[in-house]
């Protein structure tokens, strides 16, 4: 056992902090292959960060004490757009009190409840999507992932109010495009002199939007099945209703942890297909046929370990010296269990390279091998959401469209604040299948009378 930090890139600050941002996958492989397994880096206005891929770490780190580890203080970098109440953020008993309050709302079966929301939220961006040319559907799934959060979270209808807050919020989140995303947020008084004044100013204006959102709600008293509407209902423990300020602080992590995540995610999906003949063409043949969702769930566990959007799972400070692996930890450093290693591991995944959803016919995800949402006290709440959301997107393109992949390449890696998505925006080639088409141009069903 040692007390000193795992070795790392002896290269400025600046730079590693250059190759985090522009070359997110490649400047991990690179420092495991040289580095081994744990890794330190170290970024600018960070404390040291220590990658961890090795699956009894993980399950160490993910299994520690909650006043060991803060993975709240490690995510502080969200703070200026989730709040200080996002459960995110919080630590031991707060943490734990917020989830609990939280959980109903993201349980599955709530989910499954606002699936048909999504589907037809789904049908109606897809019927704008071209064919026969090249098409980046990136910002399209943006926009779709962006207006099932504003409906199904938010529970706005369509009007003045949906409108102003998606075009509010499509603003706020190009903040992601930015290198300044990553840092640390700026004390009070310098923010308002930084390029980050403008970011604030958007920011006041959308919390004005929901304040006023929420309050309308609490008046309003009516029974919905959209998250705000289960979280007005949810109780501390004296009984207490959440305040405004955690209603905001829950919605937008919503927004932050829904939005972007799902998005890439479905982009990689659709640009890997479009490679994978093979896949497609069974996965398109179970949708068509009905048969089930076996292979579909299996497309997109793998999706989930070939291309994590999230590739690290959530920072965890040390709060308390603690030993990790082989490794005695000292206070004030941030660990991280890093998904893209773990799941591209030949020791745990043969051929990690490969995108073969079969692999996942053949056994289940393992707890401590496939990350995608976190694990432990910290796994993401909003994973049913988001597996409900991708298998109706799925579904619903490949029923419509045939999928040809666009240059001899697959795309590389572009990181958007913390999150990774296609550097071309996962852009394929759409054409109209065939049954789809027969579909759209037979004549609508004779409606019944309605029962009497």
Known sequence: MTDKLPPGPRMPVLLQTLGFWSRPTAFLERCR????????????????????????????LFQAP?????????ARILEPVVGTHSVILLDEGPHLQQRKLMLPAFHGEKMQRLSSLMSELTEREIDSWPLDVPVELHPRLQRLTLEIILRAVFGLERGAKLDSLRALLTKLLTFGDSPLSLLPPPPRALS????????????????????????????????????????LAAEHEDGTPM????????????LVAGHETTASQLAWTFERLAREPAVLARL????????????????????????????????????????????????????????Y????????????????????????????????????RRRCLGASFALVEMKIAIRAVLARFELAAVGAHPEKTRRRSITISPAHGGTVLLRER?????????????RLPAAA
């Not at 909650?66 to 490690?74: F, K, T, Y």
């Not at 980050?196 to 709600?217: K, N, S, T, V, W």
């Not at 989930?304 to 206070?331: D, F």
């Open 33 to 60: 292959a040289r580095y081994g397994v744990p890794f330190t880096i170290r970024l600018v206005g960070q404390p040291p960060l220590v990658m961890i891929s090795d699956p009894d770490a993980i399950k160490d």
């Open 66 to 74: 909650p006043d060991v580890l803060h993975p709240g203080e490690g």
């Open 192 to 231: 308002r002199v930084t390029p980050l004044a403008g970011f604030e100013r958007l920011g006041a204006r959308i919390d004005e939007l929901i304040y006023a959102l929420i309050e309308e709600r609490r008046r309003e008293g009516a029974d919905r099945e959209d998250v705000l509407a289960m979280l």
């Open 243 to 254: 305040s405004a300020q955690e209603l905001r602080d829950e919605l937008m992590t919503a």
């Open 284 to 339: 398109s043949c179970e949708i068509e046929d009905g048969s089930g969702e076996e292979y579909l769930t299996a497309t997109i566990n793998e999706i989930l370990r070939h291309r994590p959007v999230l590739p690290n799972a959530e920072p965890r400070l040390v709060k308390k010296p603690v030993t990790i692996g082989n490794v005695r930890y000292p206070a004030g450093v941030v660990l991280l269990a890093n998904a």
């Open 341 to 376: 290693l773990v799941h591209h591991d030949p020791a745990i995944y043969p051929d990690p390279y490969a995108f073969h959803p079969e692999r996942f016919l053949e056994q289940a995800p393992g707890t401590y091998t496939w990350i995608p949402f976190g694990g432990g």
């Open 434 to 446: 065939a049954s789809a088409s027969r579909s759209r141009n037979s004549p609508a069903p004779e």
